[in-house]
């Protein structure tokens, strides 16, 4: 029997062993929200999680991958039907505990995977948190941040930036590879804001030097955001299996890193 890696099918002894083992504890944290008129609302949950089961499932004795976490902050695409938003505090206090609970049965790597832009500076905290509060040590990693920029700049067709920011060409090349019953391809548009602007845009892999967020409705006709037309499943397969392959070295070196003993220089 292979070996298991997905942890609500562990049993407490098992879960002792996988502590011993010094697996590396993978929490993918997506979010339930509106993608266009072509993606599915949950989508951001199903590339974070399917990326590091894919990943996980690769070298189970070195890693669990934990059920995900669906809802998060979400308020500026709320005024689409479907969206999900939890409180900023809530948010960060929910993930931050099931770090707190990993450590308490002794796990001491712990690494989020995050499938949803705005959960960036919230799982931030939160890792830090954990880090800071528990004998574990907690990254986060978005998984487009672990595409090689080779490969976005020879796949890529969409303009820049702006063409690859939400329900766009990367995150509806991803879905028609890992879940293509769920695209709508023919309902798929281009929706960019008309003006070109120096500091306000979006985009996944050109991100603004500025940080900020209004409501969605105000600049999205659709939804949408980037350009959906152009992606294909062949990119898709190409994306998610760098991006497993990027998350698998990753992994390794959390699991590997030393935690030291801190120094009180008082
Ligand atoms: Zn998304």
């Known amino acids: 029997m292979s070996e298991k890696y997905l942890y609500e099918e562990f049993t407490w002894p098992e ?4 502590v011993a083992q010094n697996r590396v504890a993978v929490l993918p944290v997506g979010t339930i929200e509106q ?5 599915p ?7 974070a999680s399917e990326i590091s089961r894919r990943a996980v499932r690769q070298i189970p004795s070195e ?4 059920p995900p976490v669906f809802y998060a ?14 409180r900023g ?34 799982l931030d905290i939160a890792a830090r948190n954990i880090t800071n509060e528990t004998e574990a040590i907690c990254a986060m990693a978005p998984w487009w941040n672990l595409l090689p920029k080779e490969l976005i700049s020879e ?12 329900g766009c060409e990367l995150e509806t090349s991803v879905l028609l590879y890992l879940r293509g019953d769920l695209v709508q391809m023919d309902k798929a548009a281009r929706d960019m804001p008309v003006e070109r602007s120096e500091f306000f845009y979006w985009d996944l892999q050109s991100p603004s030097p500025v940080f900020f967020q209004e409501f969605f409705s105000r600049y999205s006709q659709t939804g949408t955001l980037g350009d959906p037309t152009k992606a294909t499943l062949h990119k ?25 003993a801190r120094v009180d220089h008082h």
Do not use: C, W
């Not at 993608?35 to 993606?39: D, V, Y």
């Not at 796949?155 to 939400?166: F, T, V």
């Not at 898709?236 to 030291?260: H, K, S």
């Open 15 to 18: 879960i002792r062993t996988a």
């Open 35 to 39: 993608h266009g008129p072509h993606l």
């Open 41 to 47: 609302l949950v989508t951001d949950v199903l590339t």
């Open 63 to 66: 890693a669990v991958l934990m």
């Open 73 to 86: 902050f979400n308020e500026h695409h709320l005024d689409f039907p479907g969206t999900i938003s939890v």
């Open 89 to 122: 505090e809530t948010f960060i206090n929910y993930v931050t505990d099931i770090g707190r609970s990993l450590a308490h049965h002794g796990f001491r790597k712990i690494l989020l995977v995050n499938g949803h832009g705005s959960n960036v500076p919230f």
């Open 155 to 166: 796949l890529r067709e969409s303009e820049k930036p702006g063409g690859m920011a939400h």
């Open 236 to 260: 898709g397969e190409l994306f998610t299996n760098a991006a497993i392959d990027t998350m698998i070295r990753l992994i390794r070196e959390l699991r590997q890193r030393e935690i030291r």
